[in-house]
């Protein structure tokens, strides 16, 4: 069984710098491939960010693609992954998920198999 916590979801100001993390427990082939999806104010989820297993591949959507960065430290047991997002924007507000049990990188969200609960991303003006 897989378990995903995240952290990090914070108010921030237009042009700040935001780091989430995601500790995800369970066997690393479980957890496969993770990945964060985030959900805006009533709207639908949407792909954020995508690691493969063992971290080489990545996969970013396009509102964040050159301001975002996601990594992964892979330990026996337990997987930390982390979504750096630079130059935030009022868009960015969102609930941001994480996501593992994919199988490669994907931007399908119905591809995970486990979620965490979520972290409150909220950017003002």
């Not at 995601?22 to 960010?49: H, K, L, N, T, Y």
């Not at 996601?70 to 009022?90: K, V």
């Not at 199988?103 to 003002?124: C, E, F, M, N, P």
Request: glycine share 12%; net charge negative; proline share 2%.
């Amino acid at each position: 069984q897989v378990h995903l916590v995240e952290f990090g979801g914070d108010l921030g100001q237009v042009g700040d710098s935001l780091t989430l993390p995601c500790v995800g427990s369970g066997r690393s082939c479980d957890i496969g491939a993770m990945g964060w999806v985030c959900e805006a104010p009533g709207q639908a989820r949407d792909f954020v960010a995508s690691i493969s297993t063992s971290g080489f591949n990545t996969y970013y959507a396009e509102f964040l693609k050159g301001r975002s960065t996601i990594s992964r430290d892979n330990a026996e047991a337990e997987n930390t992954m982390h979504l750096q997002m630079n130059n935030l924007r009022p868009e960015d507000t969102a609930l941001y998920y994480c996501a593992a049990g994919a199988g490669d990188i994907t931007a399908q969200a119905t591809t995970y198999k486990y979620w965490g609960q979520g972290t409150r991303v909220t950017v003002s003006t």
